[in-house]
Nanobody
């Protein structure tokens, strides 16, 4: 019962910028990992950027220096600011989170993965 809603995908020219946003809602207490993945036809889904629950960030080699991931725990959102876009950045971008929830029936905490539906980013030359 966790939903992720992505927004911000569009078609832009090379050198332009986009800001992707993902809002999480549903039955959970907190969110640990938040990340953005990219997938193109015929390719696997690859990690673009990730941010941990304490704010540690990771970027793929292609994203370093151009993309910035951020989170707002008060709003349960994660954003990806993409600057100096290149045609090779084209793909479907998916939001990913690991949500934590306490299950009273079993008196345990657990973590579960969740994916958004994806938002299309197209960079033209």
């Amino acid at each position: 019962q966790v939903q992720l809603v992505e927004s911000g995908g569009a078609t832009v020219q090379a050198g332009g910028s986009l800001r992707l946003s993902c809002a999480a809602s549903g039955d959970f207490a907190t969110i640990n990992t938040m990340a953005w993945y990219r997938q193109s036809p015929g390719k696997q889904r690859d990690l673009v950027a990730k941010i941990s629950g304490i704010g540690s960030k990771y970027y793929s080699d292609s994203a370093k220096g151009r993309f910035t991931i951020s989170r707002d725990d008060s709003k349960n959102t994660v954003d990806l600011q993409m600057n100096m876009l290149k045609p090779e950045d084209t793909g479907t971008y998916y939001c990913y989170i690991e949500a934590r929830k306490f299950t009273q029936e079993t008196m345990t905490w657990g973590s579960s993965p969740h994916w958004g539906q994806g938002t299309q980013v197209t960079v033209s030359s």
